[in-house]
Nanobody, 120 residues
Framework: QVQLVESGGGTVQPGGSLRLSCAIS????????MHWYRQAPGKQRELVAT???????NYADSVKGRFTISRDNAENTVDLQMNSLEPEDTAVYYC??????????????WGQGTQVTVSS
């Protein structure tokens, strides 16, 4: 099992920055993949960024060059640095984790979400 707790959301003006953090209840070294998703009102949840245990990252086209996902092994967190924020980035942001155990991949672990609002 994995418990996830997001933090760092808030309200920022267009062009501003926020840093989200996802605290993980088990050792980050046992996690295979971490993802950040977001869900805007009336829209489906979408994948924003992924980081794999070997450090490989992947981003949605809409955030490439603006968002950076990273692992903090010392703090046991996965962070999402968001720069040049746009109103379209307004959403509830969720982190998701997956890990392997005895050959089975478990990945249905979600945090409670943190609200990001970009508005002037």
């Amino acid at each position: 099992q994995v418990q996830l707790v997001e933090s760092g959301g808030g309200t920022v003006q267009p062009g501003g920055s926020l840093r989200l953090s996802c605290a993980i209840s088990r050792s980050i070294f046992t996690i295979y993949a971490m993802h950040w998703y977001r869900q805007a009102p009336g829209k489906q949840r979408e994948l924003v960024a992924t980081i794999i245990s070997d450090g490989m990252t992947n981003y949605a086209d809409s955030v490439k060059g603006r968002f950076t996902i990273s692992r903090d092994n010392a703090e046991n967190t996965v962070d999402l640095q968001m720069n040049s924020l746009e109103p379209e980035d307004t959403a509830v942001y969720y982190c998701n984790a997956g890990y392997y155990s005895e050959g089975v991949y478990y990945h249905d672990f979600w945090g409670q979400g943190t609200q990001v609002t970009v508005s002037s």
